[in-house]
């Protein structure tokens, strides 16, 4: 199974500012990552696919990147809206596995 | 606009059985592999079993094999998730999933069942 480690597990930032979230893979998943937002009470939302393929109404404030073990989103500037959990999910192997997810609150 | 919407859970006794359901819509439900991802309270995400398409191929997490049943009705546009043998740690949101266009991402998410499993 492949293990997906997040960090930082809770990430503070100011409204405006640029967060930077990790994701590793154990093994390489190649570009087959998604990153999920999730507030409190709702389902997740898929952000990117791909690596970095934004989905459909995503902000361009949005990013993904990275291949193979290690990648990164970026949101840009954070709004009100973004503060959420953020999940990681590779879809290369069996089993299908979630990052145990990045908490960004407000500083 | 696609539409899932999960219905079936409730309380259930260790040992129980339950049968949940994720009536589809907006989409040509019987062209996508579905899922169920599920989310222990204040825990992350855990991916359960998938189905193809047309149920030639279904899969399920190590934790739940041999106890749950996944299956899909493309004439009713529905999944379906028989729970057996539950357990405590069972306990959790159980959401309904519609794989991506273009990889095993989840597209689309129903807004998820609660199943407790407590005697």
């Known amino acids: 199974e492949i293990v997906m480690t997040q960090s930082p597990a809770t990430l503070s930032v100011s409204p405006g500012e640029r967060a930077t979230l990790s994701c590793r893979a154990s093994?390489?998943?190649?570009?087959?990552l998604a990153w999920y937002q999730q507030k409190p009470g709702q389902a997740p939302r898929l952000l990117i696919f791909?690596?970095?393929t934004r989905a459909t109404g995503i902000p361009a404030r949005f990013s993904g990147s990275g291949s193979g073990t290690e990648f990164t989103l970026a949101i840009s500037s954070l709004q009100s809206e973004d503060f959420a959990v953020y999940y990681c999910?590779?879809?290369?192997?069996?089993?299908?596995?979630f990052g145990q997810g990045t908490k960004v609150e407000i500083k | 606009e696609v539409q899932l919407v999960e219905s079936g859970g409730g309380l259930v006794k260790p040992g129980g059985s339950l049968r949940l359901s994720c009536a589809a819509s907006?989409?040509?439900?019987?062209?996508?592999?579905m899922n169920w991802v599920r989310q222990a309270p204040g825990k992350g995400l855990e991916w359960v079993s998938s189905?193809?398409?047309?149920?030639?191929?279904?899969y399920y997490a190590d934790s739940v094999k041999g106890r749950f049943t996944i299956s899909r009705d493309n004439g009713k546009n529905s999944l379906y998730l028989q729970m057996n043998s539950l357990r405590a740690e069972d306990t959790a949101v159980y959401y309904c999933?519609?794989?991506?266009?273009?990889?095993?991402?989840?597209?689309?998410w129903g807004q998820g069942s609660l199943l407790t499993v407590s005697s």
């Open positions: 189905i193809s398409s047309s149920s030639d191929y279904i």
């Open positions: 999933a519609k794989k991506g266009g273009s990889g095993f991402y989840f597209d689309f």
């Open positions: 093994q390489s998943v190649s570009g087959n």
């Open positions: 999910q590779q879809y290369n192997n069996w089993p299908r596995t």
């Open positions: 907006g989409f040509t439900f019987s062209t996508y592999s």
């Open positions: 791909g690596a970095s």
